[in-house]
């Protein structure tokens, strides 16, 4: 029967929460609006960001060209661009432009098209999307692969929770409000390929996510229908080692003929034609790529380990290039250049040495948001370490008793126990540290595989 006191400790949980709900963007009706500044302020801007760039006589046209800009239509366009300001739903005049510029990338040379952001080639891995390089993890049995590979998706997944409730705590610059609109497109997004325009897909309810292992897809569950955890974190590690094992069995040619993903890394108007043409080959296909789409995020388990921050780095862009010959052909790729999607908002990479980073699709989500993410993720990874010093000098303050017979799994849980003898007292202490960790099984998990 439930006391009176645990109605009460409930009842100041539920006040916490409803006060918590909604505060990540409580404070989007108060934001400071985005100054138009001055015309001629802009043009004067942009030609001192040109000078350097131009030749003498090439700055000399400029100038003049500009002048006659500000002579003549300037002052227009200048006027209809402060009404579209003004505009309802409408909350910054650069928001819908600035995302255009990026979903419109498109290659030089094109005929029939408005003029936009052209580039020589139009690849989001090399000209779009960023990366972050994370510190190692700080705790020495971390530092493996699927060790790793756990505590981030782990964290990740608390930091979505964190999101869909509301309960991030806003952004601030000094003591100005930031917008955090963002980080409801950080998990569940996807950048859609498009012979024109690129589109851009959120699945607000998403429940799984996918993971790239030697170019194969795999995908399971971590949240319920409630959008709590379905999966402890020991379920979570054997799930990544049972994904981890399975794609070693494949050889190197399955694994580039289902490394759909490097089509990712084409240009724009390539890789839509390849998505559309891999789609309506079978409804199995259309669903595979849906799956991948509204995935959380994706999980990249490289094969290398890269021993330099340089090497690191390109990982993290790109991965590595490797092409060697099979059966008589004359190249396939087999680096990990193939084990990325690079439409998804989210990608973390981690390496077989436990480096690890993040890469993202930069048309809906800037730096600061990511790097907010990042953050957070790592800041709870120390304060994970800090809870194993704890453990660790509790255990050395216990004074030694006789030696008993210790649980097997709490050996492999704690390897400090073997140099501490416990007796059934100081047992189930280390128990209710531990928390009763399940033993370790495995989430099901399904593989995503490409009819041709």
């Keep these: 029967m439930e006391s009176t006191m645990d109605k009460k400790l409930q009842a100041a949980k539920d006040a916490l929460k409803k006060e918590l709900n909604g505060q990540m963007l409580g404070n989007e009706g108060r934001l400071p609006r985005l100054p138009i500044p001055e015309l001629d302020l802009s043009v004067g801007d942009f030609l001192r960001a040109a000078k350097p760039l131009l030749s003498a006589s090439e700055y000399e046209e400029t100038q003049q060209v500009a002048k006659r800009f500000l002579e003549n239509e300037g002052p227009v366009l200048h006027e209809k661009l402060l009404e579209y300001d003004c505009m309802p739903g409408i909350n910054s005049y650069i928001e819908n432009f600035w995302e255009d510029a990026y979903l419109n990338q498109r290659r030089c040379g094109q005929e029939g098209r408005a003029r936009i952001l052209t580039l020589p080639y139009s690849s989001i891995a090399i000209n779009t999307n960023p990366f972050f390089v994370l510190e190692d993890?700080?705790?020495?049995?971390r530092t493996s692969q699927i060790a790793r590979a756990t505590t981030l998706v782990w964290s990740s997944l608390k930091f979505c929770q964190s999101v869909r409730a509301g309960e991030l705590e806003p952004d601030m610059f000094r003591t100005t409000p930031l917008c955090m609109r963002q980080y409801l497109r950080l998990f569940g997004t996807t950048r859609i390929p498009r012979t024109v325009r690129d589109d851009v897909k959120t699945c607000g309810d998403a429940r799984h996510i996918a993971v790239m292992c030697r170019g194969h897809l795999y995908w399971f569950n971590v949240y319920d229908e409630s959008g709590k955890l379905s999966l402890s974190e020991t379920m979570l590690r054997e799930t990544l080692?049972?994904?981890r094992e399975d794609s070693i069995a494949f050889t190197p040619e399955q694994n580039i003929s289902n490394a759909v993903g490097?089509?990712?890394?084409?240009?724009?108007?390539?890789?839509a034609r390849c998505r559309e043409a891999i789609a309506n080959m079978s409804p199995q296909n259309e669903e595979s790529l849906r799956i991948v789409d509204e995935s959380l995020f994706v999980l990249c388990l490289d094969d290398t380990s890269p021993q330099n921050p340089a090497d690191m780095a390109k990982c993290a862009l790109h991965g590595t290039s490797v092409v060697e010959a099979f059966l008589g052909s004359s190249g396939m790729q087999v680096?990990?250049?193939i084990n990325r999607w690079y439409d998804k908002s989210l990608q973390l990479v981690v390496c077989q040495n436990g480096a690890a980073a993040i890469n993202f699709e930069h048309s809906v989500i800037d730096g600061y948001t990511v790097l907010r993410f990042a953050s957070d993720v790592f800041t709870e990874t120390i304060l994970r370490f800090a809870g194993v010093l704890l453990l660790v000098a509790i255990l050395h303050s216990v004074p030694r008793p006789r030696q008993t017979s210790l649980d097997p799994y709490l050996h492999h849980l704690l390897p400090l126990s073997r140099f501490l003898p416990?007796?059934?007292t100081n047992y189930v202490l280390l128990l209710s540290f531990c928390l009763l960790a399940p033993l370790a099984r495995a989430q099901p998990f399904a593989i995503i595989r490409v009819l041709r």
């Design 137 to 141: 993890d700080p705790t020495p049995s």
């Design 241 to 243: 080692r049972s994904i």
């Design 262 to 271: 490097i089509l990712t890394s084409a240009d724009r108007e390539t890789w």
């Design 335 to 337: 680096g990990t250049s």
């Design 422 to 424: 416990l007796n059934s």
